[in-house]
């Protein structure tokens, strides 16, 4: 009940002034105080206009360079295996997805941190630069090590400085419609993770892989620019207390067990994306063909992130994302059993539908848990917390596989970790509301 309290003075503080959207960036840094901060925060939002679409096409964009760009790894983790990792171990070369997975996230602790403080585009920028590079130094690698640190480390940290605050600007922009901006935005992964596995795919028998890498580098470029131009601080900076950490959070009982619900959805969420190329080749799926169903997944999940925007306006997200979530789950302990290429194929597209609900969403609930001049670090400390999962999951994966020489097992551990975040996610629901029923 506190915790209902909580939201509910939270609610009540909101006035009726607006902020000026055209300020530009480099004022937008000076930090405000007292009551003045109380007006800017508590602000009507632009919740649309073109200034605000224009921040959606942005996130979308990034969104497209970063979670899309990482998406598409079951394509790569595929090939590595075939071919130029081939003497090395699938556990051991999903450990660079893993990386990925986990760095995309990690950073947001620094990121929100530096959000909530103002510091945003060139932070933004030069995340840009590293992740073109890197993706340039990728077509150069030719040992697991050097694959390790360009694909693995210097494009998941890239990636992760560049998602984090991204998320940040939206809640700058959209309250009341923040579940389709956010849904809006999350379908650039979507796409992403729908091109990059075609045109890896593709491009590598006509070009080769080097020439492949720096083909994605070039649209690396054309996105990040779309990026870097469109994305735009609204609200001031506040003085918040406190370091990286506001360990005072987790003393609040529904934002403790929703942060753990989120690191254990993650042990089990890429599971399927990972393993799906790979699984299919097993079972006797043409590989001309399997590579396509991480794209299937992927353009799936796009359709699923726009549902779930409009949804989660009107329900609630944990409304919404909970169920779809079980329907997640029940799919990665189907996937094993899916032998012929339709079965494949109609496991992605569920699968991505479902999972897409809540890889999109799973900050939203945050937003509710704490104050807005604040959620950059109170995200970031949930996507931290959410990437040791994201590292830990494929390799666990990865291991039981090759321990058991199926994927029988892997799709008992990965599911049975989505249901219990789905556990973990109800509990919260029902500190926050104390009660069976209610939008949250």
Sequence with gaps: MADQSISRARADSIDDKTIDSSAPGPKSKEVVNGDDTQDAFGSDYPDGGLRAWLVVVGTMASTFSTFGYVNAWGAFQSYYQDTILSDSDPSKISWIGSVQYSLILLPGLLTGRLFDLGYFRLPYFIASIVLIAATFLVAECKEYWQFLLCQGFAIGIACGMMFGPTMGVIGHWFKHRRGIALGLSATGSSI?????????????????????????????????????????????????????????????????????????????????????????????????????????????????????????????????????????????????????????????????????????????????????????????????????????????????????????????????????????????????????????
């Design 192 to 440: 992403g993770g729908t091109i990059f596995p075609i045109a890896a795919s593709k491009l590598i028998p006509l070009v080769g892989f080097k020439w492949t890498m720096r083909i994605i580098g070039f649209i690396l470029i054309f996105s990040c620019a779309i990026s870097n131009l469109t994305l735009q601080r609204r609200l001031p900076p506040k003085h918040v207390e406190g370091g990286l950490l506001n360990l005072a959070a987790f003393k609040q009982a529904s934002y403790s067990v929703y942060c753990f619900g989120s690191f254990v959805a993650f042990l089990g969420l890429y599971t399927v994306l990972t393993y799906i190329d790979v699984s299919s080749k097993f079972y006797g799926v043409s590989p001309n063909f399997s590579f396509y169903l991480v794209s299937i997944a992927n353009a799936s999940s796009g359709f699923g992130r726009i549902v779930t925007g409009f949804a989660v306006d009107r329900v609630g997200a944990v409304n919404y994302i909970a169920p779809m979530t079980v329907f997640a789950g029940v799919l990665t302990y189907a996937w094993p059993f899916a032998h012929s290429q339709a079965s494949m194929i109609v496991i992605a597209i569920i699968y991505g539908f479902a999972s897409g609900a809540y890889i999109s969403s799973f900050l939203i609930p945050l937003f509710e848990l704490g104050d807005i001049a604040d959620i950059g670090r109170r995200t970031g400390m949930c996507m931290s917390i959410a990437a040791i999962g994201a590292l830990a999951g494929p390799p666990i994966s990865g291991a039981i596989n090759s321990s058991t020489g199926g994927f029988n097992a892997v799709g008992y551990y990965a599911g049975s970790m989505i249901m219990l975040s789905v556990t973990l996610m109800l509990v919260t629901r029902h500190l926050v509301l104390g009660k069976l029923r209610g939008r949250f």
